[in-house]
């Protein structure tokens, strides 16, 4: 079974970058998928980005595209996610969360299509 533990988040200024970090241990699977999604207070939790193992193959949501960029390091079993240019907006928990299954290109967006969540890590963008 797979484990998830994300870091890198932290207190950032308003234009600043961070790069937060997804490490899985434990038995992966070569197709699965690795999404960043994240919660801010009172709001549901949203679809950032997403990666699959194998081919690198990536998909950002429309409210990041151009900011974030999501990326994999195979033989850490790592997945990346650099978030530039910062905004208040982008303060949440974010968290990593994978499936070993295929998903289309509406399912990777929907949290119900990961099965193994990681414990979340807190970005802060102070204005």
């Known amino acids: 079974q797979v484990q998830l533990q994300e870091s890198g988040g932290g207190l950032v200024q308003v234009g600043d970058s961070l790069r937060l970090s997804c490490t899985a241990s434990?038995?992966?699977?070569?197709?699965?998928?690795v999404g960043w999604f994240r919660q801010a207070p009172g709001k549901e939790r949203e679809y950032v980005a997403a990666?699959?193992?194998?081919?690198?193959?990536?998909d950002h949501a429309d409210s990041v595209k151009g900011r974030f960029s999501i990326s994999r390091d195979n033989t850490k079993k790592t997945v990346y996610l650099q978030m530039n240019i910062l905004k208040p907006d982008d303060t949440a928990v974010y968290y990593c969360?994978?499936?070993?299954?295929?998903?289309?290109?509406?399912?990777?967006?929907?949290?119900?299509?990961?099965?193994?969540w990681g414990q979340g890590t807190q970005v802060t963008v102070s204005s």
């Open positions: 969360a994978t499936t070993p299954l295929s998903l289309g290109p509406l399912e990777v967006k929907k949290t119900y299509a990961y099965n193994t």
């Open positions: 990666i699959q193992w194998d081919n690198g193959l990536t």
């Open positions: 434990g038995r992966t699977v070569s197709s699965s998928i």
